[in-house]
DNA sequence: GCAATAGTGTCTATTAGACAATATGGG
DNA sequence: CCCATATTGTCTAATAGACACTATTGC
């Protein structure tokens, strides 16, 4: 109980960040080269502040930026944890996002304050979490999941433009299960977020297959 | 712009709370009496106090009973908003929840700091709402409405032992549009967190209807 | 032609909505 | 018996899953 005395609470944003390995679902998670767990792995997220942010959702980009020199993602909110325990500083205030980058665009050096990165499996990371963050992690995962086992569509995973089949592949990579090929068809060739865009495929040592893009105004 | 250089941010907790009154949704919205908007309207809110209160969780329930003077309902969290200009206090992080209230259990008098209650049409409130308190109301109106729409049942709104046409129209103020009698006991029949009360009726000039209440470990 | 993947068609079990029929108590 | 509401049954259109079929390219 390493409870200071504190008039305010720490307030933090926290990210699970998830992109696509070889159609497997990944979670960035950071070495923390300072306190308050020197050495420990954790969601990267930091302390607000108020005079750089506009926002927690800003705070949640500055910080994601700054220990991972990430392009700017697509950012949902998922839940607000608090309480003077969570955090060995004292009361905090922490409002946990998820996050979905391309595969493309996996730059992921560390950054500062960070001693190492690593894209680990959501469901076992492989290393023990500082803070809540196990618990955070695995309501993150159950809210994209969530999500998209309600049609919505994880465009924010997949490159500019991509086919239909890895569009499947990302989401099977996020239910952890496989779907039908008909029947995701037939659910999403009504979904207004997607254009084929014309005229251009994917080329193999197959059918070619149509390529599409996110909508102009897609919302996840 | 009435901003004060802060350090560290407000952190509140506002609650929608929703109860029936004559089968129709009602939200309580209170008229302040301090700052910092004398005579406003506004959903109940207060600020995070760390030496009270063990979570955010609290705080709202803490507000509330000192407020309204209601006993602990259910609570909900909805979404956190954070910025600069919310609040004419300065930065500031408020976690809205929605909370349901029995519809037997309406006290609501005015307490510490309050003028006036009302319980209002969360569609049209009839009061312009301080802050971005309307924004806030709708976004919690749509949460409850989509997790009723999707199957969840709204016991909390209602008494300890009630009938299922009760429980029907419970949900149909919640969705604002009837429901088939028929369709709505197929689906909860299979509801493992409704238990008939054995033995118990409802009695009028008709057939007697089977009460029912809540499971044991009944979560909404 | 063959391999490989894209894209479509079909069959069926399940389900939600509409509506009707029956059940049961009070008067 | 009549009224009002509870409770149940039936019919149907829409849907999701399983599975098979056709299409189109490179080689």
């Known amino acids: 109980m ?24 990944r979670v960035l998670l ?22 750089l942010d506009a926002s927690l959702d800003h705070t949640a980009l500055r910080i994601l930026a700054a220990k991972t020199r990430v392009a700017l993602p697509h950012l949902e909110q998922v839940a607000t944890h608090s ?31 960070t001693e190492s990165i690593e894209w680990c499996d959501p469901e076992r ?25 309600r049609g919505a569509l994880p465009l924010h995973l997949l490159p500019a433009k ?6 499947q592949r990302a989401c099977e990579a996020i239910l952890g299960r496989p779907l039908d090929k008909a029947a995701f068809r037939r659910q999403i060739k009504e ?11 994917l080329r193999g040592a197959q059918r070619p297959a149509q390529l599409y893009r996110a909508a102009g105004g897609f919302a996840f």
Do not use: M
Not at 7 to 24: G, N, S
Not at 30 to 51: C, K
Not at 144 to 149: A, D, F, I, T
Not at 162 to 167: A, G, R
């Open 162 to 167: 991509f086919t239909l089949t890895e569009l």
């Open 191 to 201: 979904a207004p977020q997607l254009v084929a865009v014309e005229g251009e495929f």
């Open 83 to 113: 309480g003077p325990d969570r955090d060995p500083r004292g009361w905090s205030v922490s409002t946990l996002y998820y996050a979905l980058l391309p595969s493309d665009q996996v730059p992921a050096v560390a950054g500062d304050k």
């Open 125 to 149: 990371p492989g290393h023990r979490l500082a803070f809540d963050h196990r618990v955070l992690l695995g309501e993150a995962l159950a809210t994209l999941r969530e999500k998209v086992g």
């Open 30 to 51: 950071i070495q923390r080269a300072n306190n308050p767990t020197p050495g420990g792995w954790a969601l990267p997220g930091g302390v607000l502040n108020p005079e």
């Open 2 to 25: 390493a409870e200071k005395r504190r008039l305010y609470p720490i307030v933090t944003a926290d990210v699970a960040l998830f992109t696509l390995q070889e159609q497997r679902l």
